[in-house]
C-alpha cells in the first residue's frame, strides 16, 4: 500500500484501520495476506518434510549407544547430575553434528526459494496496490512473478523467472538464517537426549520415545513458526523496498488488530503512527517481524502519483533490482526462533 502522506499524522492509524477493514489481511505485502498466507503455508509443508527427513537422518545406533552406555555409568536409582547431563548433552551434539550439516543445503535451498517467492510477490503486491490507487496505466514492464511450482499455490501469478537479483538476496538472507536454525536444532536434540537420561531407570526406550516427540513437535509447530516469521521477514522487507522505489518516505507498522497482538512489541510500534522509512520503531525494529510469529506488516506512506509512475517504469524496476536486500535489517529478529520470550507469542494465524 502506497498512501500519499494525509493531513492528520494523529489520525494516520485510525484512517488505515479503517481502510483497511482492521486488519492487515488487505495489506499489499502482508504475510496475513491472502497470498501471504499461501506462501507461508507451502512453506511450513516444505520445513515438515525437511524435519522428517532429519529425523530419517538421525545416527539411531550411535545414539542408543550412548544412551546405553550411560544408563550404565549412571545407577538407575538415582537422577543423573548437572554435570553427567551436561558431559551427555555434549556428546550427543557430536554424535548429531554431522546430520544436521548434512541437511544445511536443503534447507538453506529451501528457505532461498520460498524466500524468493515470499519477496516477489509482495513486491508484486506493493506496485500492484500503488498503480491502482494512482489510476496509473499498467507498467510497460512485465511485472516478475513466481516459478511454475508456485503457480498453483498462488492464484493468479504468471510463470515467470524470479530476477536474479531476488534470488541472490534470498540465498544471502538464507545463509545467515540457516546457521542459527541449525544451532536451534543442535541444541533441541542433545538436550532432548540429556534430558531423557537424566531420570532414574533410565533405558534406550525412552531416549527413542524423547526424540520421536522432539521431532513431532518440529514438524506440528516449529516448522510453522519458521514459516511465519520468515516469510514475514521476506514479505516485509519487500514491501518496503518497493515502497522506497515507488517513491514512499514513511512507514508505519500494521497489526491484525486482535486480542493476540504483542502488547510489548507490535501494539507500541503501531502506536507509534507514521515514521522515516529508514527509521526504527519503539521496539528498535526496522521492520516486521517484531518477534516469531509476529502477523504484523509495514505499509509505506508518501509517494506521489509521480513518483509511482517513475517507480514502475523501466528505468524504475531496473534501479529497484538494484535495491533489493539493500536496506534489509533482518537481523533483528528476536532469536532463539524456537523460544520466544514469554508473553510475546502471538497464536499461529488461523489457515
Ligand atoms: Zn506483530
Known sequence: MVIAAPPDPAGLVQDLRAFLDETSAEVPGSVSSRNGRRIVNATTER?????????????????????????????????????????????????????????????????????????????????????????????????????????????????????????????????????????????ELSETIARALRQKNRGVADVARALRAKFDSFSDDRAALIANTEMNSMMSTAALEKGLSLGSTQKTWITVGDDRVSQQICEPNEADGRIDIRGAFGSGHTNTPGHPRCRCSIVTLGATRASVAEGVSPAGQQSFLRLVGTTAVIGLIVEPILRPPPGEQEVEPEA
Request: some cysteine.
Open 47 to 187: 520445513l515438515q518434510r525437511y524435519f522428517r527427513a532429519l529425523e530419517r537422518a538421525m545416527p539411531r545406533r550411535s545414539i542408543a549407544a550412548l544412551s546405553a552406555q550411560w544408563a550404565q555409568v549412571i545407577p538407575s536409582d538415582r537422577e543423573a547430575s548437572d554435570g553427567e547431563v551436561a558431559q551427555i548433552e555434549q556428546q550427543a551434539r557430536a554424535i548429531i553434528s554431522p546430520s544436521v550439516d548434512a541437511l544445511s543445503d536443503r534447507l538453506e535451498t529451501l528457505l532461498s526459494e520460498n524466500g524468493a517467492v515470499a519477496y516477489t510477490e509482495s513486491a508484486r503486491q506493493v506496485q500492484d496496490a500503488a498503480v491502482k490507487e494512482f489510476g496509473l496505466p499498467a507498467p510497460e514492464v512485465p511485472q516478475f512473478s513466481c516459478p511454475a511450482r508456485f503457480v498453483e499455490v498462488i492464484p493468479g501469478i504468471r510463470d515467470l523467472p524470479v530476477p536474479e537479483e531476488i534470488r541472490q538476496f534470498a540465498r544471502a538472507w538464507s545463509t545467515g538464517r540457516v546457521v542459527g536454525l541449525d544451532e536451534t536444532s543442535l541444541t
